[in-house]
């Protein structure tokens, strides 16, 4: 069995992707099935995950074939057998067995119970194919025998092309994964929903990508869908570039009006508070008058304006009354670099005549995360208080020091050529050490940068290791490895081994790890920004490595 924390990985990947699997006519629920199968989703997003079990079970006893019904109730049950998982950090070892012992036998009832119907019903694919989805994890390639059987029963059956695709994915096989996929469109071509995973299954073809994005739009020129695909091809772009396309997509398809455009206009707020602090109130201010019942967009505007405040009591010298506007204000959202807050705080407290907490709380966050404007902003509150650049990097090193603890030795096969590696190996050497698994989205999305980071600091000396913590997945590591030319040593883990020995909560997990040996980092790198803080990470555990750097202690 997989562990509840990497199944939470790909049920998150699922459930940002609505509609996951479309059937076409004769496989997308007769009337009355899907009655009780919007009761279902009602269910869903309010997180009743009982009732949504319920409805979802009675849609498919009305139709055995309602592709999406399974889909869903496959999702609904997995999170009913979890239960709460919010405080699954604090239980205990017992408890957290407890529930992978029920999602286990979850698992195993609905095996057994679809491997039935399959045999009882030889004719129809519907039941091969839920049979496959149990094996999305713990087994690809049993996944796809039985997705390649439901296909050869009907050649119509769509949610089966989809499913090849998905595995064919996993392979790295884009061509063959794109080819799959455009036999389903082809079955369903008013299915929006598969124009928008063609353009994710080709995202590591730039060419492709880009000739799937302009396809959408010319089909769906109009609609969420077009949105979408946009807002999703402007995440590749540098960020000049991207601004320029998210400001596009936000004039054509206001986000009050086009649900999907709203993640362009939270990245484009994003962007202009780190850029143009003046261009984000107005653009905050505007999405609160397009969009009044919008809490989101009312907080960024209470952010954006208190930050103004506070700059302008600033602008008079005015720390106290700026650092009472800053006292309670955090940055709204997930998006937002909290850079520019802290930066201001710091001010108001240096203008308030405290330099010395400015310095102390900036080197607190600089020595975790570090950004390059902060970085300067703490030399110079350094300068006042009489330290030199070097005095204050000692300092940083120092803080590092503390917080780090020992990295756990282990001994791993490489998927390479069989030999085991250990962590001893690479003593005096930087390790980029990454826990991830082939079908994990969160995963996919990082590792580019991770190989970027490696490309960089590679004739540096920086190891990148990366550990699969899913055992049914093995088979499909070194192919995708391959096929996307990444650089680092692949390792054989285990779900029970990642969590026991690694602390993994969840995938992916990075940790950076110095030349001495300790734990320095956790950088989550999946975006330019975050990029560039693991970049300045790796720069600083390299110069502490060739003795740059000298602790006070």
Not at 37 to 58: C, L, P, R
Not at 221 to 240: F, G, I, K
Not at 515 to 529: K, L, T, W
Request: negative net charge; hydrophobic residues 40%; proline residues 5%.
């Amino acid at each position: 069995m997989q562990i509840v924390r990497s199944l939470l990985c790909v049920l998150l990947f699922m459930a940002l992707v609505p509609g996951f699997l479309m059937a076409n006519d004769k496989y997308s629920g007769n009337p009355t099935a899907r009655a009780e199968f919007d009761k279902g989703k009602v269910a869903t997003q309010s997180e009743d995950w009982k009732a949504a079990v319920a409805a979802y079970k009675k849609a498919i006893q009305l139709d055995p074939n309602f592709a999406d019904a399974y889909e869903e109730y496959n999702y609904a049950r997995m999170l009913l057998a979890m239960g709460d998982v919010s405080g699954w950090d604090h239980q205990s070892k017992a408890e957290q067995k407890k529930r992978e012992k029920r999602v286990k036998r979850d698992e195993d009832n609905h095996t057994k119970e679809y491997q039935n119907l399959a045999r009882r019903h030889p004719n129809m694919p519907i039941y091969r194919w839920a049979l496959a989805q149990q094996y999305a994890e713990s087994d690809p390639k049993l996944q796809e025998k039985y997705c390649a059987e439901a296909v050869e029963i009907d050649a119509s059956f769509g949610p089966g092309y989809d499913c090849l695709a998905a595995v064919a994915g996993l392979r790295g096989d884009t061509n063959a994964a794109a080819k799959a996929l455009r036999k389903d469109i082809e079955l369903n071509p008013d299915n929006k929903e598969l124009l928008l995973r063609l353009q994710r299954e080709v995202r590591s073809d730039p060419s492709q990508f880009e000739e799937v994005t302009r396809e959408i739009v010319s089909k769906v020129p109009s609609s969420d869908t077009a949105s979408e695909a946009l807002n999703t091809y402007a995440e590749t772009l540098p960020q000049t570039e991207q601004i320029t396309k998210l400001e596009e997509i936000v004039a054509n398809y206001p986000p009050s009006k086009f649900h999907e455009a709203s993640a362009a206009a939270d990245r484009l707020f994003a962007f202009y508070d780190s850029t143009d602090p003046g261009k984000a109130a107005d653009f905050a201010h505007k999405m609160q008058s397009d969009m009044p019942a919008d809490k989101e967009w009312k907080d960024n505007a209470t952010y954006v304006d208190s930050m103004a405040t506070a700059n302008a009591k600033i602008a008079v010298n005015d720390g106290t009354g700026a650092l009472a506007v800053l006292k309670d204000l955090k940055v709204p959202g997930y998006t937002l670099d909290p850079t520019r807050l802290q930066l201001l705080k710091a001010k108001a407290r240096d203008l308030a005549g405290n330099t010395s907490t400015a310095y102390t709380d900036l080197l607190k966050i600089f020595a975790e995360r570090p950004v390059r404007e902060v970085q300067h902003v703490l030399y110079q509150y350094g300068k006042k208080l009489g330290k030199t650049e070097n005095t204050v990097d000692d300092e940083v090193w120092n803080a590092r020091r503390a917080s780090a603890k020992p990295a756990t030795p282990f001994l791993l096969e490489s998927f390479i050529d069989g030999k085991k590696v250990s962590l001893d190996d690479y003593k005096g050497k930087v390790v980029l050490l990454d826990f991830w698994f082939p079908n994990c989205g969160p995963c996919m999305q990082s590792m580019p940068y991770l190989q970027a980071l490696w490309t960089k600091f590679k004739d540096s000396g920086v190891v990148f290791l990366g550990v699969n913590g899913v055992e049914g997945q093995a088979d499909f590591v070194m192919p995708l490895a391959k096929s996307n030319q990444w650089g680092m040593i692949p390792l054989r883990g285990t779900a029970e081994w990642c969590s026991d020995v690694y602390k993994v909560r969840g995938y992916p997990t990075t940790f950076l790890i110095g030349a001495d040996g300790r734990v320095y980092f956790r950088p989550e790198v999946r975006d330019s920004h975050q990029y560039e803080i693991a970049e300045m990470q790796i720069e600083a555990l390299l110069a502490a490595a060739k003795g740059n750097i000298k602790s006070t202690e």
